[in-house]
């Protein structure tokens, strides 16, 4: 028998006492009133963690770390190569300008469960923001600047904030994103109306400000009163992070405070080895779940000094971008996803630019966002001769499900592997009767309920959805919604996804929402969306449409008109490019699109007729058309 290894052992004490193991977690957490229960399975959709207990988020971020003497210490480091700008906050500054930010959310009527959208850039108000909402006891949502006016319109419908906080511009290479436009549109598109917008008035774009409504950020900030922390239950929301689901309307994944605390803060040391003090980056959004979790709540909870990063891994100015920032604010580990090092890859092959920097303070790179590709995870782990360790989550959990631990020692590298499941989850894969697999075998890959603290416990106002979404299809379990398995060793493979979401740069998105898109245009009679394999951001959408019998027009302007209205509705963040026409679309004899298997044809394999297709000469006239 083989000799239990660290990782056997914390996962096993887990395993033996689920609870007393994370309310050991929970003494690194500043609690103003303890916990009754550690988890109370009588409340909400699975039962809710650290019940009874009370705490604020922003103060175990930012005051409690000011109150130990960490004042002085780099809390946030903007690096902006987008501006030429790098600017520090530190804690005592992070404190004073949360404080700041509260009070200014609050002369505007904010208070504890009020809820305020962020549409921002990656500037260091957007932290600040959230962080000012945590202290006041209000739920933020953060909606992504990628998206276009009309996902903003949804979500500022579905979350009903009373303020607004957004930026006159977002910075791309070569553009200048005006944001306030898409900010109006949306409000006038939502049924809800905020009662006021904050706007950081960048200088690249002034924004026109509507009167009576719309404040300058900075000048509010100023002028407010600083704000304490307002203590919240536990079980209170934090944040709505609305993500893709299955169908258009997207979903309100809800963050508490107490259990999010607790597996953020443990999650540091435990998945990525470092501490307070300790520089962390993760090159994501904050739109995003690793942006939340990694550019903002984890480090600060943990005392680590964070970086903000506002540019791309490529042409910013260049290759080396990364490289430069890790040597520059010697940064321990680095979070990406596996599209950015692709995109270094392709540029610099040989990593030239990799010699001009000292790395020697980096430690690791941990990859998530996408399954990492075995040949790119191949590749970062030669350049950089450090370790590479892919770990796998979603913005339902909130933290990694899978991943390598650096406190208990990193597993050997498996490229295409995500690691063993963390002390927390019970993971198993299920065949789709809910029976649970032989390790070895690809089935439903699925979490034992409770899902740990951190996990998202419900859907914003909507219990009924979230446990129709992920628990109601094997009763007892969490569905993730990826298909994989978990080996011999307990190494688990994920290997896509069940339904209709793809990962496109990282970017989550429905290929069912574009869909909705494309037959509201008045030629298409029907259409399907699929994610095809794509060399630089792991899938890109493609989208086949039939067109009504009297449409008479040139395919090139049908199609140009499809990939702009995917672009006004949903975004550029989609990356939708590609719309053909095709005669028809293969189907099964009940009429369902045989979606996977188009998919399929796209991706340059050879694919069976599969037995229940309707007219089989369809996958050929597919096939012309895919090949074109
Ligand atoms: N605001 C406004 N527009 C945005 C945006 C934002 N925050 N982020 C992206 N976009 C736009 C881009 O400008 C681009 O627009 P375009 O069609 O006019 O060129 C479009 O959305 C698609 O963006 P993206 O898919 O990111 O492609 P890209 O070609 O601009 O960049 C990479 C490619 C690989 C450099 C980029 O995707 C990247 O850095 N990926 C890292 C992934 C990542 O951080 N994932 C987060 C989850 S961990
Ligand atoms: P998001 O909610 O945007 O974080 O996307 C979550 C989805 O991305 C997961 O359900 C997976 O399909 C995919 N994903 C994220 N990280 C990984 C990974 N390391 N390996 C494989 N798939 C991943």
């Known amino acids: 028998m083989t000799e239990a290894t660290a990782y056997d052992r914390a996962y096993g004490a887990w395993q033996q006492d689920p609870l007393a193991w994370w ?181 690249q774009e002034q924004a026109a400000m509507t009167p009576g409504r719309d404040h300058d950020l900075l000048e509010a900030e100023a002028a407010a009163a600083p704000h304490d922390c307002v203590p919240v239950k536990a079980t209170d929301p934090l944040y709505i992070l609305y993500t893709s689901g299955t169908t258009g309307r997207p979903k309100g994944v809800v963050r508490d405070n107490g259990g999010h605390a607790v597996a953020l803060w443990n999650s540091m040391k435990m998945l990525y080895g470092v501490e307070a003090g300790d520089t962390y980056w993760a090159a994501s959004d904050v ?186 299809d094997f009763p007892g379990w969490y569905r993730t919604g990826d298909a994989g398995m978990v080996d011999e060793n307990g190494d688990v493979w994920v290997m896509g996804r069940t339904d209709d979401i793809i990962n496109v740069a990282g970017h989550r998105l429905s290929t069912g929402s574009m869909e909705e898109v494309l037959a509201s245009h008045r030629d298409v009679a029907e259409c399907a969306v699929f994610g095809a394999k794509d060399e630089l951001k792991g899938q890109t959408p493609i989208g086949l449409v039939v067109l009504k019998s009297s449409v008479n027009r040139p395919e090139a302007e049908v199609s140009a008109e499809l990939v702009a209205l995917i672009r006004e509705r949903i975004g550029p963040v989609a990356s939708f490019r590609d719309a053909r026409v095709v005669p028809r679309l293969p189907k099964t004899r009940s009429g369902k699109i045989l979606r996977a298997v188009i998919r399929r044809i796209a991706d340059g394999e050879t694919v069976p007729v599969p037995p229940t297709i309707e007219d089989p000469a369809t996958l050929e006239e597919v096939r012309v058309v895919l090949q074109r």
């Not at 404080?99 to 990656?122: C, H, Q």
Request: hydrophobic share 40%.
């Open 287 to 472: 739109g995003w779940v690793v942006g939340h979790s990694y550019i903002v709540y984890a480090p600060l909870l943990r005392g680590c000094t964070s970086i903000m990063y506002e540019g791309k891994p490529v042409g910013t100015p260049d290759a080396g971008a990364f490289w430069r920032v890790c040597a520059q604010h010697k940064v321990k580990i680095l979070f990406t996803a596996p599209t950015a090092m692709r995109a270094i890859k392709q540029q610099d092959p040989d990593a030239k630019l990799l010699g001009q920097y000292d790395l020697s303070n980096l430690q690791a790179l941990y990859l998530a966002g996408e399954r990492c590709d075995p040949p790119t995870a191949v590749w970062a782990q030669e350049i950089l001769d450090k370790p590479v360790v892919d770990h796998w989550w979603q913005t339902e959990t909130g933290w990694a499900i899978t991943s390598g631990f650096r406190d208990f020692g990193l597993f050997p590298f498996l490229p295409g592997s995500g690691g063993r499941p963390c002390p927390g989850y019970d993971l198993h894969a299920l065949d789709d009767d809910g029976h649970v697999l032989p390790r070895g075998t690809s089935g439903n890959l699925s979490v034992r309920l409770p899902l740990p603290p951190g996990c998202g416990p419900t859907l914003w106002e909507n219990d009924d959805g979230y446990r129709t979404a992920y628990l109601s």
């Open 23 to 203: 309310e050991a977690a929970a003494e690194g957490i500043d609690w103003t009133k303890r916990w009754d229960t550690v988890f109370d399975p009588s409340l909400g959709a699975y039962g809710q963690w650290f019940a009874g207990g009370e705490l604020n988020t922003c103060f175990n971020c930012v005051d409690r770390h000011v109150n130990a003497g960490r004042g002085d210490q780099a809390a946030l480091i903007w690096d902006s190569p987008m501006t030429g700008q790098l600017v520090t906050h530190t804690y005592k500054d992070l404190q004073t300008r949360t404080a700041k930010m509260a009070g200014a959310l609050a002369a505007l009527g904010v208070g504890r469960g009020d809820r305020v959208i962020l549409y921002m850039p990656m500037v260091p108000e957007a932290a600040i923001g959230m962080l000012a909402c945590a202290r006041l006891g209000a739920i933020h949502s953060v909606v992504f600047g990628g998206f276009a006016a009309a996902e903003l319109a949804t979500r500022i419908a579905d979350a009903k904030p009373k303020v607004i906080v957004s930026a006159s511009c977002g910075l791309e290479p070569g553009r200048v994103v005006k944001y306030k436009p898409l900010l109006d549109a949306a409000i006038a598109m939502s049924p809800h109306k905020p009662d006021a917008c904050l706007i950081l008035q960048r200088p």
